[in-house]
């Protein structure tokens, strides 16, 4: 069992293809965290701040990281990260922006935004798994990362 087995991940991507890679990348792995999914900026503040279809936090629980694409409509990753990171309520839910980018215009304001870490989407499918089975091994086994009820 892993140490962050309840973790919850909240994915803001708008290509539901990548999404779905993902939890069959997990599924095979049988990496048990729940994943859940926004498709952009709009849906992922609105989950977060528990507003409209959010409101209910047994059905969407707050995450505790947030796998973020910057490349999304409505209000795209750079401009919900900002929100994330400067709200006092959210700021410590850890953000891992995993996009098609590898502009280091993008990587820097990520950075300089708040991300947590960058990562470039692969293009081949081998090194998508590899990814993504390196993010489950770092940010649910490795890392310690503030919960809900974490206080200073």
């Known amino acids: 069992m892993s140490k962050s087995e309840k973790l919850v991940i ?16 997990f599924e095979e792995n049988k990496i ?6 926004v498709p952009d900026g709009v ?3 609105a989950y977060l701040r528990k507003e409209g279809d959010y409101e209910d936090s047994s059905k969407f629980p707050r995450p505790g990281i947030i796998l973020l694409d910057l490349n999304m409509p409505k209000l ?9 990171k400067t709200d006092p309520n959210l700021k ?7 996009t098609s980018s590898k502009l280091s215009e993008d990587i820097i304001s990520s950075y300089d935004l708040g991300a947590n870490s960058f990562i470039s989407k692969p293009v ?16 649910l086994e490795i890392v310690n990362v503030p919960t809900n009820g974490d206080t200073v």
């Open 43 to 45: 849906e992922l503040m």
């Open 10 to 25: 909240l994915v803001a991507e708008d290509d539901p293809d990548d999404f779905d890679m993902i939890v069959e990348v």
């Open 124 to 139: 081949n499918i081998m090194d998508f798994i590899r990814i993504i089975r390196t993010f489950s091994d770092y940010w």
């Open 32 to 37: 048990t965290n729940p994943l859940f999914r």
């Open 76 to 84: 795209d990753g750079k401009e919900a990260l900002e929100l994330i």
């Open 92 to 98: 410590r839910i850890p953000v891992v922006v995993f």
